[in-house]
């Protein structure tokens, strides 16, 4: 048996200002690692590429892994970075193979297909029309028919933060191991809900994604070999964005249909929880104060989080609103995390540890799609900390993989400390803090530009949570993404 596993996970903010060349799949070695070096980056990792290497390890089968690919979320894929990663696995699957598995993001938009995987799937399909393909999606899939119709048998991550990846790895590999052994019979279901929700809202551990994602695991209880609801990535501004759901059965199409519909009817009947409301800036700073004034002595911090400007969303992560307003303020034992601003990383290690300086602070990236100029800050302070930037996540979250966050520094201004990076890195995983010598549980504020994810490594130190509108190409403002090619009607855009 031999098996064409690979990776090519990106998630795509059409509005986002964020080149996407071949080299942002590929921090610091230029071309992302193929064969043997992708194995050792991957094997044992959190994964879902970990969890084919080991389904194919345990099976005893043969496999090539011709390309992983993964790069943080910015603007639509450049053309020929998609066709290289393309490439790669066609060429490895028209070598002949048994079964292909994927580990996709499902959002990935490229300069010439709205649909990146579905494409990818397409071309696989037609060098290998008959062997079966098992694709592991991210949670933020927009799903198109073209993706489905071109899969086996596909599994979602059931949580978010997405801390199932390598669980999600095994199930979409065990469905399409099963059939090679002539033990099952994927059969999938498919559809859309016409309903765009809002990130703010779609944590797992919160109503109502949480009871949907209760009810796949159920199902999967029950039989299914998957269950997914997808619940979209509304931050593109392509024809099916929006919310999704995939059922896989042993054999049993109408077991399949009859349960996706059930999830996509659970979701629609939710739509409006699903909608999130964006409180005033100025509101969020008063409140935050009023939390850190009655804190306990030794509690965490109070985490600002600057939602509109998540890398791991396709932010710039330089604009400099939320941070302005905490300097304004004029918040003490604080930090941010981070401010992605190479120029100002270089200024600083020109200086050099203990050396004070004034800068002009992010807003180096214009946002057109959204009509924003860039707006730096100036700031002034002292270099506490240089850097280069490099660790290795302790999880839960993607355990195990490698972070680059380039060269960086710490500014501190006496009030905020403030870590500056040269490559975009959410702060989801405390080894990112150790990696800058900071102890965020020991803060009085702590701003993470993050949406949902800090969660899975952070939210247990935080003593309180207080959601601040910032500006950035990651809004939840749907009145300021103006869709224009969206699949309309849609909730919340059009009453329904
Ligand atoms: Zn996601």
Redesign the pocket.
């Known amino acids: 048996m031999k098996l064409v596993i690979a990776q090519m996970k990106h998630?795509t903010n059409t509005y986002s200002p964020v080149p996407t060349p071949l080299a942002r799949f590929a921090t610091g070695t230029g071309v992302p690692p193929e064969g043997d070096a992708a194995i050792a980056a991957y094997r044992g990792t959190g994964s879902a590429l970990a969890a084919f290497i080991e389904l194919a390890e345990q099976a005893g089968a043969q496999y090539t892994l011709p390309i992983a690919a993964s790069a943080w979320p910015s603007g639509p894929v450049h053309d020929d970075a998609f066709e290289h990663i393309a490439g790669r696995i066609c060429a490895a699957v028209a070598e002949g193979c048994d079964a292909v598995l994927l580990d996709l993001?499902g959002?990935m938009v490229t300069q010439s297909f709205d649909d990146g995987e579905g494409e990818l799937l397409r071309r696989i399909r037609a060098l290998a029309p008959a062997v079966p393909i098992g694709v592991a999606l991210?949670?933020?899939t927009n799903l198109y028919d073209t993706m489905a119709e071109n899969a086996t048998a596909m599994a979602g991550?059931q949580t978010?933060p997405?801390i199932d990846m390598h669980e999600t790895g095994l199930r979409a590999g065990r469905a399409v191991l099963a059939q090679l052994a002539g033990k099952a019979r994927p059969t999938m279901a498919w559809g859309r809900s016409p309903m765009l929700p809002h990130v703010m809202r779609q944590g797992s551990d919160d109503s109502p994604n949480r009871e949907l994602q209760a009810r796949c695991r159920e199902m999967e209880a029950q039989g299914a070999l998957s269950a997914s609801v997808f619940v979209g990535?509304p931050n593109a501004d392509i024809r099916d964005a929006g919310l999704s759901a995939v059922v896989v059965t042993d054999n049993d199409p109408a077991l399949a249909r009859r349960w996706c519909d059930e999830l996509l009817a659970l979701a629609w009947a939710q739509r409006q929880a699903f909608v999130y409301t964006l409180q005033p800036l100025a509101a969020s700073m008063a409140r935050a104060q009023q939390l850190a004034a009655a804190r306990m002595p030794g509690a965490g911090p109070i985490v600002l989080l600057d939602h509109s400007d998540n890398c791991?969303s396709g932010g710039t992560m330089d604009t400099m609103t939320v941070l302005g307003a905490m300097l304004d303020a004029g918040l003490r034992d604080a930090a941010a995390f981070a401010i992605f601003d190479p120029a100002a990383v270089q200024q600083m290690a020109a200086a050099g540890v203990g050396a004070q300086l004034t800068l002009e602070l992010g807003g180096k990236l214009d946002m057109p799609s959204i009509g924003l100029k860039g707006q730096p800050r100036t700031v002034s302070g002292r270099v506490r900390l240089l850097c280069d930037g490099r660790f290795r996540n302790r999880g839960p979250m993607a355990r195990g993989e490698r972070n680059d966050m380039g060269p960086t520094a710490v500014l501190d201004t006496g009030g905020v400390q403030i870590v500056v990076i040269g490559n975009h890195v959410e702060p989801h995983d405390l080894a990112a803090f150790a990696a800058v010598g900071l102890e965020p549980d020991r803060l009085q504020y702590l701003m993470l530009k993050s949406r949902v994810?800090w969660r899975a490594g952070l939210r247990s130190l935080a003593s309180g949570v207080v959601e601040c509108a910032g500006t950035g190409v990651c809004t939840s403002d749907y009145d300021t993404l103006a869709f224009k090619h969206v699949r309309r009607p849609v909730y919340p855009l059009d009453a329904m």
């Open positions: 998630e993001h959002a991210d949670m933020h991550y978010y997405h990535f791991a994810h």
